[in-house]
């Protein structure tokens, strides 16, 4: 019998611990797809990060780092400086890239440092128990912003995408959604071309998705993905912000 | 081989680069700006890499990034700098990164002042990072003596796969002395199996994974056992001291780093008036030299210790434990970036001699 679709042999066996309905399993089905698809598993390491995915290294069957919290894109410049012929992705989350490690990510940038990150914005603080990100949107409730994120209190979401994008050393920039088979779809064909950024050396390479985080949004996983539409994609616009 | 003077930042640079290093990772701060300047030009001679980061929590990381990699790597800074690179310390201590961290210490607490201090003593010896870890600690009181080091600072640090700090202060990077620099132009760095160099998944290099997250608590005492086990053998075999007129003498002086020259003038100052005082002079202040501090301060002819320091009683706690009370150990500190003077350590010990 032909067969017509496998599990990637780039994520290991081991069952992510993610809750039902996160986004995370599929980005991560998709990152290891594409490096399988590209040929690069024997020459990439992933930086995983601190907060929901900060396991990542048990699940990507590559050479893998653990970063503080932030931290990523810097330890991946220091991977990519001493094999620049390898290839090196960091993979955060908001609280990580958006708040802590700004400063990481936008030198990073800057420096036109030849890493691939895969940003999942979520609008939440996952993992410590969903308090307020810098995503979060205007009016949401966090566990730290209990009555609704206020604007004049902590100001208004940040647009890592878009911001990234006014930086040179910015190669490839685009933000993409999980909330449809056809935004998944178009999410894994992000990946691959931030992949394939890297592997042409143009620069640094970001793909922001917009993921679902039933659990601390408190809804379906079903809601949630209704939520990403409604009110994710009209603040954090998809497409493509930077094509060098 | 000739004598070259050389100011001691230059001189701690290439001599990193004989033993090796090839990657350097830093950030801008007085009193050692000297090292990344003289990076940035040599690094690209020797095939290597100088990078200038946006701050000091972003160097240690990548210096965790390159040495994850199997590279020889270093970075440098000064207190408040190296204050933010603990959190860095602690993740390379955890995850068994070997690396090479210069600290040319100036005055604090806070920004201090950009002068020569002792302050960072409890900083590098006693952990500075969150956790349970320690990092090789090597207190050079010249730069001769800092060159001899780096090679040794290097092959520790890879051999037991952990941080090694050089703890000088910004005398020793800022004056110029004549060193004498062994040329190593192809040196043989160990080979690294554990490193993130590329993966087989068909079992020929096993998949790297550097980590210091244990989420489980029998793993995460797993990890610290085994870097408790590597400590111990650190401490039977990494340690060093200089010893200096120290038998049957009447006073036992103990002091690291700059400092420790001035007591040597001091010993020969007081020497001339017919009074006999050693030096001790801990050259590794973790793993701290201890047995050799309690021999020298024990001694029946010894009548008490005391401790210089340019700072305000740090290494005095390491020499009271050391000497576990089997004599007095007094305390002789300038904090503010004030050099103690030959004459001033003199005066004390006539005083303590009167008393």
Same mark, same amino acid.
């Given at each position: 019998?032909?067969?017509?679709?496998?599990?990637?042999?780039?994520?290991?066996?081991?069952?992510?611990?993610?809750?039902?309905?996160?986004?995370?399993?599929?980005?991560?089905?998709?990152?290891?797809?594409?490096?399988?698809?590209?040929? %690069?598993?024997?020459?990439?390491?992933?930086?995983?990060?601190?907060?929901?995915?900060?396991?990542?290294?048990?699940?990507?069957?590559?050479?893998?780092?653990?970063?503080?919290?932030?931290?990523?894109?810097?330890?991946?410049?220091?991977?990519?400086?001493?094999?620049?012929?390898?290839?090196?992705?960091?993979?955060?989350?908001?609280?990580?890239?958006?708040? %802590?490690?700004?400063?990481?990510?936008?030198?990073?940038?800057?420096?036109?440092?030849?890493?691939?990150?895969?940003?999942?914005?979520?609008?939440?603080?996952?993992?410590?128990?969903?308090?307020?990100?810098?995503?979060?949107?205007?009016?949401?409730?966090?566990?730290?912003?209990?009555?609704?994120?206020?604007?004049?209190?902590?100001?208004?979401?940040?647009?890592?995408?878009?911001?990234?994008?006014?930086?040179?050393?910015?190669?490839?920039?685009?933000?993409?959604?999980?909330?449809?088979?056809?935004?998944?779809?178009?999410?894994?064909?992000?990946?691959?071309?931030?992949?394939?950024?890297?592997?042409?050396?143009?620069?640094?390479?970001?793909?922001?998705?917009?993921?679902?985080?039933?659990?601390?949004?408190?809804?379906?996983?079903?809601?949630?993905?209704?939520?990403?539409?409604?009110?994710?994609?009209?603040?954090?616009?998809?497409?493509?912000?930077?094509?060098? | 081989?000739?004598?070259?003077?050389?100011?001691?930042?230059?001189?701690?640079?290439?001599?990193?680069?004989?033993?090796?290093?090839?990657?350097?990772?830093?950030?801008?701060?007085?009193?050692?700006?000297?090292?990344?300047?003289?990076?940035?030009?040599?690094?690209?001679?020797?095939?290597?890499?100088?990078?200038?980061? =946006?701050?000091?929590?972003?160097?240690?990381?990548?210096?965790?990034?390159?040495? /994850?990699?199997?590279?020889?790597?270093?970075?440098?800074?000064?207190?408040?700098?190296?204050?933010?690179?603990?959190?860095?310390?602690?993740?390379?201590?955890?995850? =068994?990164?070997?690396? #090479?961290?210069?600290?040319?210490?100036? /005055?604090? &607490?806070?920004?201090?002042?950009?002068?020569?201090?002792?302050? +960072?003593?409890?900083?590098?010896?006693?952990?500075?990072?969150?956790?349970?870890?320690?990092?090789?600690?090597?207190?050079?009181?010249?730069?001769?003596?800092?060159?001899?080091?780096?090679?040794?600072?290097?092959?520790?640090?890879?051999?037991?796969?952990?941080?090694?700090?050089?703890?000088?202060? /910004?005398?020793?990077?800022?004056?110029?002395? &004549?060193?004498?620099?062994? =040329? $190593?132009?192809?040196?043989?760095?160990?080979?690294?199996?554990?490193?993130?160099?590329?993966?087989?998944?068909?079992?020929?290099?096993?998949?790297?994974?550097? $980590?210091?997250?244990?989420?489980?608590?029998? +793993?995460?005492?797993?990890?610290?056992?085994?870097?408790?086990?590597?400590?111990?053998?650190?401490?039977?075999?990494?340690?060093?001291?200089?010893?200096?007129?120290?038998?049957?003498? =009447?006073?036992?002086?103990?002091?690291?780093?700059?400092?420790?020259? #001035?007591?040597?003038?001091?010993?020969?100052?007081?020497?001339?008036?017919?009074?006999?005082?050693?030096?001790?002079?801990?050259?590794?202040?973790?793993?701290?030299?201890?047995?050799?501090?309690?021999?020298?301060?024990? @001694?029946?002819?010894?009548?008490?210790?005391?401790?210089?320091?340019?700072? +305000?009683? @740090?290494?005095?706690? +390491?020499?009271?434990?050391? #000497?576990?009370?089997?004599?007095?150990?007094?305390?002789?500190?300038?904090?503010?970036?004030?050099?103690?003077?030959?004459?001033?350590?003199?005066?004390?010990?006539?005083?303590?001699?009167?008393?």
């Amino acid at each position: 019998m032909a067969t017509i679709f496998k599990r990637t042999s780039v994520l290991t066996d081991v069952p992510f611990h993610y809750c039902p309905g996160c986004g995370h399993g599929i980005v991560h089905r998709m990152v290891a797809e594409v490096i399988e698809e590209l040929g %690069i598993r024997n020459k990439t390491a992933g930086v995983a990060p601190v907060g929901c995915a900060v396991f990542a290294y048990n699940y990507f069957d590559v050479d893998m780092y653990e970063a503080a919290h932030g931290r990523a894109p810097a330890v991946a410049t220091g991977y990519k400086r001493v094999h620049p012929e390898n290839i090196v992705f960091t993979y955060q989350g908001d609280g990580d890239l958006a708040s %802590i490690g700004t400063a990481e990510i936008v030198q990073a940038a800057h420096r036109g440092e030849k890493i691939t990150t895969i940003f999942i914005n979520n609008a939440i603080y996952g993992m410590t128990g969903g308090q307020m990100a810098p995503t979060t949107l205007v009016g949401q409730k966090t566990t730290t912003s209990p009555l609704g994120r206020s604007k004049e209190h902590c100001g208004e979401p940040i647009r890592m995408a878009e911001m990234l994008a006014t930086i040179n050393g910015a190669a490839y920039i685009e933000r993409t959604a999980l909330n449809s088979t056809a935004n998944i779809i178009r999410t894994k064909a992000a990946i691959k071309k931030a992949f394939e950024t890297q592997i042409a050396g143009k620069g640094f390479s970001m793909v922001e998705v917009l993921s679902p985080c039933p659990t601390n949004w408190g809804k379906s996983p079903a809601e949630s993905m209704d939520w990403i539409a409604e009110n994710m994609i009209p603040y954090y616009p998809l497409g493509v912000m930077k094509e060098a | 081989m000739s004598l070259k003077l050389m100011k001691g930042c230059e001189a701690i640079a290439e001599a990193a680069i004989q033993a090796g290093c090839r990657y350097f990772f830093g950030y801008p701060i007085t009193p050692q700006n000297d090292i990344p300047e003289y990076m940035s030009a040599r690094m690209p001679q020797v095939g290597g890499c100088f990078l200038q980061s =946006e701050s000091e929590l972003a160097a240690i990381n990548m210096v965790y990034g390159a040495g /994850g990699a199997g590279a020889r790597v270093m970075t440098s800074s000064s207190s408040p700098g190296i204050s933010l690179k603990q959190e860095g310390i602690s993740t390379c201590a955890a995850a =068994e990164i070997p690396c #090479v961290i210069v600290n040319m210490m100036r /005055g604090g &607490p806070g920004l201090g002042n950009i002068q020569a201090s002792q302050g +960072d003593y409890f900083q590098a010896v006693k952990g500075g990072g969150h956790g349970d870890y320690h990092a090789v600690v090597y207190a050079p009181s010249s730069i001769q003596e800092t060159v001899d080091l780096m090679p040794k600072a290097f092959d520790v640090a890879d051999e037991y796969r952990t941080p090694v700090i050089i703890l000088a202060d /910004g005398l020793i990077g800022q004056m110029m002395e &004549p060193v004498e620099l062994k =040329e $190593n132009p192809n040196p043989v760095l160990p080979e690294k199996p554990w490193a993130a160099t590329g993966y087989d998944p068909n079992g020929k290099k096993p998949r790297a994974v550097l $980590n210091s997250l244990y989420i489980e608590t029998e +793993d995460l005492d797993v990890l610290v056992d085994r870097l408790h086990a590597r400590y111990e053998v650190i401490q039977k075999k990494e340690k060093m001291v200089e010893l200096y007129n120290t038998e049957d003498a =009447e006073f036992i002086l103990c002091a690291y780093g700059t400092v420790a020259r #001035v007591c040597k003038a001091a010993v020969r100052l007081l020497g001339e008036q017919g009074v006999k005082v050693g030096l001790v002079r801990p050259i590794t202040l973790w793993p701290f030299p201890s047995e050799a501090v309690h021999d020298a301060a024990a @001694q029946k002819s010894v009548k008490a210790a005391l401790t210089v320091e340019m700072s +305000d009683g @740090q290494l005095l706690e +390491d020499i009271r434990l050391a #000497v576990n009370g089997d004599k007095p150990v007094e305390f002789m500190g300038k904090a503010g970036s004030i050099i103690p003077t030959a004459e001033e350590v003199a005066e004390r010990i006539m005083k303590m001699r009167r008393a």
